[in-house]
Nanobody, 116 residues
Framework: QVQLVESGGGLVQAGGSLRLSCTAS????????ANWYRQAPGKQRELVAG???????TYVDSVKGRFAISRDIAKNTVYLQMNNLKPEDTAVYYC??????????WGQGTQVTVSS
């Protein structure tokens, strides 16, 4: 079992920045892809950003150029730097790791609210 603990959410004005952190209970991020998802009220959960073990990153179009995913292997932590936030970024953000390509682990979620 991998435990994921997220932090860094909060309330911010449009145009502001937040950095989300996700710390794993073991070295899961060293050997497996990691992702950030979000879910807004009444909407399906969507993949926001992902990173592979080789450092390849991918983003949903709506956040390209504003968000950046990164990992610190020594700290077992994955980050999501979010800049120029917009009200439509408001959601609960979830950290995810896929172990051995089939086992999904999720964090508890952290609320991000962007006011206009």
């Amino acid at each position: 079992q991998v435990q994921l603990v997220e932090s860094g959410g909060g309330l911010v004005q449009a145009g502001g920045s937040l950095r989300l952190s996700c710390t794993a209970s073991d070295s899961a991020f060293r050997f497996n892809p990691a992702n950030w998802y979000r879910q807004a009220p009444g909407k399906q959960r969507e993949l926001v950003a992902g990173t592979t073990t080789s450092g390849y990153t991918t983003y949903v179009d709506s956040v390209k150029g504003r968000f950046a995913i990164s990992r610190d292997i020594a700290k077992n932590t994955v980050y999501l730097q979010m800049n120029n936030l917009k009200p439509e970024d408001t959601a609960v953000y979830y950290c995810n790791v896929v172990v051995r390509g089939v086992i999904n682990y999720w964090g508890q979620g952290t609320q991000v609210t962007v006011s206009s």
